[in-house]
């Protein structure tokens, strides 16, 4: 079974300053991984994806995630947090596999905020 | 694109009313939707996969007589929530997913609130 493991619940970092969200993930084969984000009383917004090519994988909003396959992490990072990137962020992984189902399992979330 | 449209955002309703959410995707057709619960301050919990005209599978624990999950077309699915009790209150969230190596695109929630 897979699983994401998301060991901080909350990130502080003033804002301009670099950031860095953590995700280690444990799945059978190769992983689909995902970052989103969630502000208050929304849904999830995708963020970005490494599915295979490059490790550094870029996504929205200046976000970008660097897949190590070794550490089996997917760490978030932006490299001048902004105190709008305050929000709920959700990693999450599925097996590359077919018929796989596409499910996904999500990290707990940690919640990040950017203080002025 | 990839824009997923789920209504209503807010339900407030008595005990024992059944309460129907909608989650459409808007501009692309998907393949497969989720339902999910999601508790405060914890993440999201898979209540179901739904596919378009076949039986919706849930996961373990989830009732399906009590979540009634209806797949009516490629950009349409409903959850009901069927005799709703206070102990049914959350948020309700739904995407779609719309083919292999494409991430699933997620509407904004429902809030259910069972007095």
């Known amino acids: 079974a897979q699983s994401v493991a998301q060991p901080e619940d909350q990130v502080n970092v003033a804002e301009g300053n670099p950031l860095t969200v953590k995700c280690t993930y444990s799945v059978s084969g190769n992983p689909y991984l995902f970052w989103y984000v969630q502000y208050p009383n929304r849904g999830l917004q995708f963020l970005l994806k490494y599915i295979t090519g490059d490790n550094l994988v870029k996504g929205s909003y200046g976000f970008e995630a660097e897949f190590n396959k070794s550490q089996t992490s997917f760490h978030l990072k932006k490299p001048s947090a902004l105190v709008s990137d305050s929000a709920l962020y959700f990693c999450a992984v599925r097996p590359l596999i077919t018929g796989g189902g596409n499910k996904l399992t999500f990290g707990t979330g940690t919640q990040l905020k950017v203080e002025l | 694109g990839a824009v997923v449209s789920q209504h209503p955002s807010w339900v407030i309703c008595k005990s024992g009313t059944s309460v129907k959410i909608e989650c459409r995707s808007l501009d692309f057709q998907a393949t497969t939707m989720f339902w999910y619960r999601q508790f405060p301050k914890q993440s999201l919990m898979l209540m179901a996969t739904s596919n378009e005209g076949s039986k919706a599978t849930y996961e373990q624990g989830v009732e399906k007589d009590k979540f009634l999950i209806n797949h009516a077309s490629l950009t349409l699915s409903t959850l009901t929530v069927t005799s709703a009790h206070p102990e049914d209150s959350s948020f309700y969230i739904c995407?779609?997913?719309?083919?292999?190596?494409?991430?699933?695109?997620f509407g904004d929630g429902t809030r259910l609130s069972i007095l």
């Open positions: 995407s779609a997913h719309r083919g292999e190596g494409q991430p699933q695109h």
